[in-house]
């Protein structure tokens, strides 16, 4: 007994109750996938058998009582009643001989009951009349009815079949449950039928059970015994090498290792005893991988990626780089965390060893960024079959312990033979590859060209000449107006920066603003704007020209800036305007990554200066409902989005229907963009907006041509009205 307990609290003994466990749980599982999928497909069987009943009923019905029931079904086929043709409900619905008979051929087809039943006027309960129930004398059964308490009842009493489990008997049958209605649509009975008692329907599933359980009995008895003297023939190795340990701490005599040669555990154990891991190994792992995901780091990178081009060089590889970036993993690691981020790094590093191969070099540059060398000696796999799997492989959806996640990539890829001639130049080039396959909407490769090189080349000199630009205030302002459909009159001035350089000309904005923003000099070249739109207001109002308001556009970066307050502050001072005179627009992006309460601090400190605060673009991106019914809004301005071709889409119509009765409700003044025909402004006009800006009124202009504009406007509107009353 002593031996048997002490077998148990050693190795031995834990291995193998570990070993039942592991083998416990994965019968269980197993059988309990195999349990319920038999029973989900013996529930699936029931009402498929249940269904077909139903159909053959109805369908039997009508064919042999054609002159007395019709049949509605609904457009799957599934039926819904049995209507009457005519007023012939004490017949119909009366014990005959007809029904008997028919009753016991529908129950015969469909290896079950059936019965027929007429609504009692006076109890409100259905009366079986007719059924294919017989007592063991054949005669019939007692009377029987379905009341408030049956499961059926309150279906049937509202004019709607039912499907599902019914009492009968003191047993359960599965039953379905058609209405009979009147020559008016009224409910006046109901077939039941029944494919049998629920109980024999799950006999298969039962048998399974019981079946279950007596195997996994018998499996888990072999399983110990098994594992008990397996597991003690197994470990008598580690039991000499353990006494081996034993007497070299002791300073015994030592003799050769056992159990090197072998390829296993045991072997790798006795290596371990006589290898000594030196410093120089420690120093070189720490200066070479990459602590988070084991994968090499930017030096082991750099050496490989350098060894690699020498060997190009030499004509001997032909090696590929490639610069795998994740798409919106930040969005990723904020919204779950940096645990979580951790973990999906780990993740996609190893689905990257996988996909590329060991043989590959790959490294974890910073962050969500990766590199793959491989040459065609240590691959046989292509760049673009290999940039496709990786691509592939990245899609599928990863499972971790904060939920599902889905990434996609971008990767650049460079020919190091064609591409680079050393380490800096094969990675610069890696990297503009990888940023245009992003630029392009990310989850794509691209291979890196020449013609990327001049781009970020030009993008540099247009930054350089941007630079200088705003220094120089080369940057002018257009304005284009805001009317009011109704009068034609002005409801304010949108402030739009315009630059012509003195060689180049005239520089487009979508060309000029994103190197502003990516640069960081988009600050200068707002607070620029914010200037001109100042300077130029408090010129309007010297002319007494009502200009109303100049809405000035405010990127997310200038609007987070400590100091954009006080440079606010700065140019309405500067020029002695009134802040009811300035409007600042803001995109909804300035949601993303910021707490709502600080949010509502720098709008509320823009609104306590007496500035104005619009919303635009609404509608194309995050457009919180939240953040509109808290936040200091004055004006909403509907991206131009839900502008074009409404005049003959009726699902824009109703969408713009809707955000205009929004805007109106949450005291919103409404702007509507983008307005290009006749057509688009009559329609938002009839729907009730405050302003339309668009092309149809007047494209962005000069401030000296603005009051002209304002006024022919104006005065076309006054024509036309009048022409038209």
Known sequence: MSKFVSLFNGMTGRITLRLLVIVAVSILITASLGYFKLSQVTEVNSFIRIDRAARAATALFTEKLNSEFSAINDPDGKPMALRLKSDTVDMSLSFRDVHDTLLKEIGHINQGAANLFRLNSETRAFDRFATTFRRPDGSMPPPMSIGSGH????????????????????????????????????????????????????????????????????????????????????LKPLRQLAKYADDLAAEAPAVAVPFKSREDEIGALAQGLERVVTLQGKLAHLAYADELTGLGNRSRYLTDLKKSLLKNLSGKHKSTLLHLDLDNFKQINDAYGQETGDALLKTVATQIVDTAGETSQIARLASDQFTILVSDKSSAVQPVELAEKLLTALRQPFQLAAGEVRLTASIGIVLLQHDAEDADEAHRNAGL????????GGDQFMFFSSEMNDVLQDQIRMDRMLQIAIEEREIEIHFQP?????????????????????????????????????????????????????????????????????????STIQLWQPNFIDVLKAALERHNVPGRNIYIEITESVFVDHSESRIAMVLAAIRAIGVKLSLDDFGSGYSSLGYLNRLPFD???????????????????????????????????????????????????QLGCDSVQGFYYARPAPALLIPDMVRKIAQSKTRLNVRSA
């Open 151 to 234: 499961p059926a009842y309150a279906d049937i009493i509202n004019n709607q079949p039912h499907l599902g489990e019914v009492p009968v008997m003191g047993r359960l049958r599965l039953a379905y449950l058609t209405p009979i209605q009147t020559e008016s649509g009224a409910v006046a009975g109901a077939l039941a039928v029944d494919v049998g008692w629920v109980d024999d329907l799950v006999v298969a599933r039962n048998e399974l059970r019981t079946q279950i359980v007596v195997a996994a009995i018998l499996i888990l008895i072999l399983v110990a015994a098994f594992g008990v003297l397996s597991m003690s023939r197994e």
């Open 433 to 440: 590859a990888m940023h245009k396959a992003k630029a392009s």
């Open 482 to 554: 805001q009317i009011i459909p109704s009068t034609g009159g002005l409801a304010g001035v949108e402030a739009l920066a315009r630059w012509t350089h003195p060689a180049e000309g005239p520089i487009s904005p979508g060309k000029f603003i994103p190197i502003a923003e990516a640069s960081g000099q988009i600050v200068g070249l707002g607070t620029l704007v914010l200037d001109l739109a100042c300077e130029q207001a408090a010129k309007w109002r010297d002319q007494e020209f009502d200009f109303k308001h100049i809405s000035v556009n405010v």
């Open 635 to 685: 004006q909403l301005k509907v991206d131009r989005s839900f502008i074009s071709d409404i005049d003959t889409d009726q699902r824009k119509q109703q969408v713009l229907r809707g955000v205009l009765g929004l805007g109106r409700g949450l005291g919103f003044n409404v702007v509507v963009e983008g307005a290009e025909t006749l057509e688009e402004v009559t329609l938002v006009e």
